[in-house]
């Protein structure tokens, strides 16, 4: 792709070349970006920025497992940097309320400063108030941390370096920044989560004078928004998806059950108005919706006339009168919709002539998971209302016509996309290559890496250690990757127990879990197989590893030739 070459702003001087800086803190004219999350996927986003002995983070979300992650709960970054350096941290930034920018801080804030800590953790009102309930609900005290409310246009002063311009950006949640980042070698912009809506819920529209007035003065790095960068043309307003809720909401001819992300408060708004407005009671059912629904109303960006009714109150109601907020947008198995739609809830059950929909998206991986709870709908004669079909969701991401606005008003010498899998930050990449000044460099990020941004230059100069830890219940990080690998096997080939007891008459139990239909015959063959190694063992008075290295093997190669099959053999040898 051809692209115009841009003239740069200032003369520069011919300078040395420098050999990649393995540390950081080495040098006193640099900024360090160092992501730990965020970069080539989406969730878990966490950012430190650094200039000479100081440190500011921005955000610290978490991210949901996929398919292949059986029993794990939640994804958090790995945050080995921070802890190392936590005596350089300055000051925490949030640029929002959703999971993936401050789900992870209740297990990220103990891991760096303990269970309290003086440095001050910014946020506006509905981003603080969620993040103190995500505290309580972990058995943490906000009142331990620092926890400063700012506006989401307000200026903050961090350490000696960083004068941070927080603006509002519009998105799928209240409360929404980006920031202008001052620092004594230039000027970074940070979009934050954001689509450009002229027509928001709560009519507060973007602030892009300060994008443009920090335009105007010069932008040596822009950090942005890649989610949507293959999406062509302008992301729906928020108030597009409000009348058509409005219109299906009006038609239906029975209960109506909606879903969205818990955190949505905007078009949860929205269904609450339409519901208002034909008559219908709303009652709403789900722990994460319940719990942000409360806080909103509690701050005052959520508002209902009359109030929030359980669904024991609306069961006895007419169909007409009853409208559903439930949790399950993204087909989750213990979720309200999930288990209203296999009959397994115990207060309500779907019904022909019940209308559901569906106002979200899947987030990618959880595809099949949302089509199993659809066609089960359809199944149970539900009518069953999602996008692209009917047009009950919009992004709360910026789409191609929206993102060249921000590039040509920052007109940045250096790129980095961010919030988004490989392809967004590519496409993003592209996309900025093709306007009429696009940008010096662009460098597609990564999890883990120390960029080192300077007046003239911006370049990948080493790594910091990072990853993702495992939340399993009440244990974070005790899952490892062979963990999951022996869960995945489990699930793949099932598994068979052998317990054998060595004693003077030596005992030998067969049971077998997700296996094959195991039938007598093939595990009389292994109980036989087993105890004749059994008894030899006993016999020669072979060490208890060594019976059972005799008893697995054997048992292990006449399964796979027997069956096709490779189960966990789990061979327990004990001493009688």
Same mark, same amino acid.
């Given at each position: 792709?051809?692209?115009? =070459?841009?003239?740069?702003?200032?003369?520069?001087?011919?300078?040395?070349?420098?050999?990649?800086?393995?540390?950081?803190?080495?040098?006193?004219?640099?900024?360090?970006?160092?992501? /730990?999350?965020?970069?080539?996927?989406?969730?878990?986003?966490?950012?430190?920025?650094?200039?000479?002995?100081?440190?500011?983070?921005?955000?610290?979300?978490?991210?949901?497992?996929? #398919?292949?992650?059986?029993?794990?709960?939640?994804?958090?970054?790995? $945050?080995?940097? /921070?802890?190392? &350096?936590?005596?350089?941290?300055?000051?925490?930034?949030?640029?929002?309320? %959703? =999971? @993936? *920018?401050?789900?992870?801080?209740?297990?990220?804030?103990?891991?760096?400063f303990g269970k309290e800590s003086s440095v001050p953790i910014y946020g506006a009102r509905l981003t603080l108030g969620l993040l103190?309930?995500?505290?309580?609900?972990?058995?943490?005290?906000?009142?331990?941390?620092n926890l400063k409310e700012v506006s989401p246009d307000d200026r903050i002063q961090v350490g000696r370096y960083f004068t941070l311009?927080?603006?509002?950006?519009?998105?799928?949640?209240?409360? &929404?920044?980006?920031?202008?980042?001052?620092?004594?070698?230039?000027?970074?912009?940070?979009?934050?989560?954001?689509?450009?809506?002229?027509?928001?819920?709560?009519?507060?529209?973007? *602030?892009?004078?300060?994008?443009?007035?920090?335009?105007?003065?010069?932008?040596?790095?822009?950090?942005?928004?890649?989610?949507?960068?293959?999406?062509?043309?302008? !992301?729906?307003? #928020?108030?597009?998806?409000?009348?058509?809720?409005?219109?299906?909401?009006?038609?239906?001819?029975?209960?109506?059950?909606?879903?969205?992300?818990?955190?949505?408060?905007?078009?949860?708004?929205?269904?609450?108005?339409?519901?208002?407005?034909?008559?219908?009671?709303?009652?709403? =059912?789900?722990?994460?919706?319940?719990?942000?629904?409360?806080?909103?109303?509690?701050?005052?960006? /959520?508002?209902?006339?009359?109030?929030?009714?359980?669904?024991?109150?609306?069961?006895?109601?007419?169909?007409?009168?009853?409208?559903?907020?439930?949790?399950?947008?993204?087909?989750?198995?213990?979720?309200? +919709?999930?288990?209203?739609?296999?009959?397994?809830?115990?207060?309500?059950?779907?019904?022909?002539?019940?209308?559901?929909?569906?106002?979200?998206?899947?987030?990618?991986? &959880?595809?099949?998971?949302?089509?199993?709870?659809? &066609?089960?709908?359809?199944?149970?004669?539900?009518?069953?209302?999602?996008?692209?079909?009917?047009?009950?969701?919009?992004?709360? *991401?910026?789409?191609?016509?929206?993102?060249?606005?921000? /590039?040509?008003?920052?007109?940045?010498?250096?790129?980095?996309?961010? %919030?988004?899998?490989?392809?967004?930050?590519?496409?993003?990449?592209?996309?900025?290559?093709?306007?009429?000044?696009?940008?010096?460099? !662009?460098?597609?990020?990564?999890?883990?890496?120390?960029?080192?941004?300077?007046?003239?230059?911006?370049?990948?100069?080493?790594?910091?250690?990072?990853?993702?830890?495992?939340?399993?219940?009440?244990?974070?990080?005790?899952?490892?990757? =062979?963990? +999951?690998?022996?869960?995945?096997?489990?699930?793949?080939?099932?598994? $068979? $127990?052998?317990?054998?007891?060595?004693?003077?008459?030596?005992?030998?139990?067969?049971?077998?879990?997700?296996?094959?239909?195991?039938?007598?015959?093939?595990?009389?063959?292994?109980?036989?197989?087993?105890?004749?190694?059994?008894?030899?063992?006993?016999?020669?008075?072979?060490?208890?590893?060594?019976?059972?290295?005799?008893?697995?093997?054997?048992?292990?190669?006449?399964?796979?030739?027997?069956?096709?099959? @490779?189960?966990?053999?789990?061979? $327990?040898?004990?001493?009688?």
């Amino acid at each position: 792709m051809e692209t115009q =070459e841009r003239k740069p702003r200032r003369r520069r001087k011919k300078r040395p070349q420098e050999a990649p800086v393995a540390l950081t803190g080495g040098t006193q004219d640099a900024v360090e970006i160092i992501p /730990l999350g965020g970069m080539g996927e989406i969730g878990k986003n966490i950012t430190a920025f650094r200039f000479r002995d100081e440190i500011f983070v921005l955000d610290g979300g978490l991210a949901f497992p996929d #398919e292949g992650m059986p029993g794990v709960d939640l994804l958090i970054p790995r $945050v080995d940097y /921070l802890v190392e &350096n936590r005596h350089r941290i300055k000051a925490w930034v949030l640029t929002h309320g %959703h =999971e @993936d *920018h401050i789900g992870g801080l209740p297990f990220i804030l103990p891991m760096v400063f303990g269970k309290e800590s003086s440095v001050p953790i910014y946020g506006a009102r509905l981003t603080l108030g969620l993040l103190k309930g995500k505290l309580e609900e972990f058995g943490l005290r906000p009142g331990a941390f620092n926890l400063k409310e700012v506006s989401p246009d307000d200026r903050i002063q961090v350490g000696r370096y960083f004068t941070l311009d927080l603006f509002r950006m519009t998105h799928s949640i209240p409360d &929404n920044s980006g920031v202008v980042i001052r620092t004594p070698i230039g000027t970074i912009v940070h979009t934050g989560d954001f689509k450009l809506d002229a027509t928001p819920i709560d009519g507060q529209v973007s *602030h892009l004078a300060k994008v443009a007035q920090a335009g105007a003065e010069g932008v040596l790095l822009l950090i942005a928004d890649a989610t949507n960068a293959e999406r062509p043309g302008y !992301t729906p307003s #928020e108030m597009e998806i409000a009348k058509e809720l409005d219109r299906v909401i009006g038609r239906a001819p029975g209960r109506v059950f909606v879903t969205t992300f818990a955190s949505h408060i905007h078009r949860i708004q929205s269904v609450i108005w339409a519901a208002e407005k034909y008559g219908r009671k709303v009652a709403m =059912e789900g722990r994460s919706m319940l719990k942000f629904s409360r806080i909103a109303m509690e701050l005052g960006y /959520l508002k209902v006339k009359d109030r929030l009714y359980t669904l024991e109150e609306v069961r006895d109601l007419p169909d007409h009168q009853v409208l559903i907020l439930a949790t399950g947008s993204q087909g989750q198995p213990m979720s309200v +919709l999930h288990r209203l739609a296999f009959e397994g809830h115990a207060k309500m059950a779907i019904k022909p002539g019940d209308t559901v929909i569906l106002s979200s998206s899947p987030i990618p991986g &959880n595809e099949e998971a949302v089509n199993r709870v659809i &066609n089960r709908l359809y199944a149970l004669g539900a009518y069953v209302l999602y996008p692209p079909t009917y047009k009950v969701h919009a992004s709360g *991401h910026a789409s191609q016509e929206e993102l060249k606005l921000i /590039l040509t008003l920052t007109t940045p010498r250096f790129f980095l996309p961010w %919030h988004g899998e490989v392809r967004h930050q590519v496409n993003f990449k592209w996309l900025a290559e093709g306007m009429s000044r696009p940008p010096e460099k !662009t460098l597609i990020g990564e999890n883990g890496a120390i960029y080192r941004l300077t007046r003239d230059s911006f370049e990948k100069v080493g790594e910091v250690p990072h990853g993702v830890l495992y939340v399993d219940g009440l244990g974070v990080g005790d899952i490892t990757e =062979e963990i +999951l690998a022996d869960r995945r096997h489990m699930a793949e080939e099932g598994l $068979v $127990v052998i317990t054998a007891l060595a004693g003077e008459d030596p005992v030998v139990e067969v049971v077998s879990l997700g296996f094959v239909k195991a039938g007598e015959r093939l595990l009389g063959e292994v109980r036989r197989m087993a105890l004749e190694a059994l008894q030899n063992g006993v016999r020669e008075k072979k060490p208890l590893e060594r019976i059972r290295d005799d008893i697995y093997y054997p048992v292990k190669k006449f399964l796979k030739k027997a069956t096709g099959r @490779d189960p966990v053999i789990l061979p $327990v040898v004990i001493e009688g």
